[in-house]
């Protein structure tokens, strides 16, 4: 058995801010909505699209449909290539896989998307496997990818999950996994501690430790 180790995609791996942003933008402008403020723009970056335009716009219905429909074409036109890796990322990566642990990607994007991601960046070797959401909506929230990348991985030995927000942390706990949060990420100071991350690393390259602290308390 090898240890599973989890990441999030975006704010984890990668910095996709200007894609998600700009996509945003258009979702926005095609409901006659005023432009987004940089509070709704960050509060977008993690939880689902459908939520994240309820909550930061406050609109429902078939709005929210039509601004996904938007975002998503925007978005898988280019912009979902404007997505570049964290320093340390492709390092911690290797260190990780050198040392014997499975990699999973469980994020809310849809699965397509990712995959296109991480091979546009690089990065979709250093995986065993990557879970996301389905374009039907039937799979979108984190305890979802979750539950997928545990059912792909059942041999895994103290899983945990790497992860930039608070709906990482609710997402893995709902599994009983501890959440590593990614600090380098764009959470607003103190989220990650607030939803109960087990620790919060800096930078990448802390991670590794992180894990080691989280192993040597579950023996």
């Known amino acids: 058995m090898t240890r599973l180790v989890l990441f999030d995609l975006d704010g984890t791996l990668v910095d996709s801010v200007a894609g998600i942003w700009a996509s945003i933008r258009v979702a926005v402008a095609e409901l006659g909505l005023a432009e987004p ?5 960050r509060s977008m970056v993690g939880p689902p699209l459908e939520e994240g335009f309820e909550a930061a716009f406050g609109i429902g219905g078939d709005d929210v449909v039509r601004a996904v429909r938007a975002y998503r074409a925007h978005y898988s036109a280019g912009a979902m290539f404007q997505a570049t890796v964290y320093p340390g990322i492709a390092d911690l990566l290797a260190r990780l896989g050198t040392g014997g642990a499975t990699l999973a990607v469980a994020t809310s994007k849809p699965e397509d ?8 960046v690089g990065l979709l ?8 959401a389905t374009w039907d909506g039937s799979v979108r929230h984190k305890e979802q990818v ?9 041999d895994g030995r103290q899983p945990v999950l790497v992860g930039d927000r608070a709906q990482d942390v609710r997402g893995a706990g709902v599994h009983g996994l501890p959440c590593i949060g990614a600090g380098w990420g764009p959470a607003p ?7 109960g991350a087990a620790v919060v690393a800096g930078t990448p390259a802390e991670v590794p430790a992180a894990l080691d602290r989280l192993a040597a308390g579950a023996r």
Not at 37 to 41: G, K, R, S, V
Not at 113 to 120: D, E, G, M, P, T
Not at 189 to 195: Q, R, S
Request: charged share 10%.
């Open 113 to 120: 998307f990712a995959v296109r991601i991480l091979a546009h």
């Open 189 to 195: 100071e103190g989220e990650l501690v607030a939803a």
């Open 37 to 41: 403020t940089p509070e709704q723009l």
């Open 146 to 154: 979750v539950a997928a990348a545990l059912a792909a991985h059942p």
């Open 125 to 132: 070797p250093a995986f065993a496997s990557v879970h996301g």
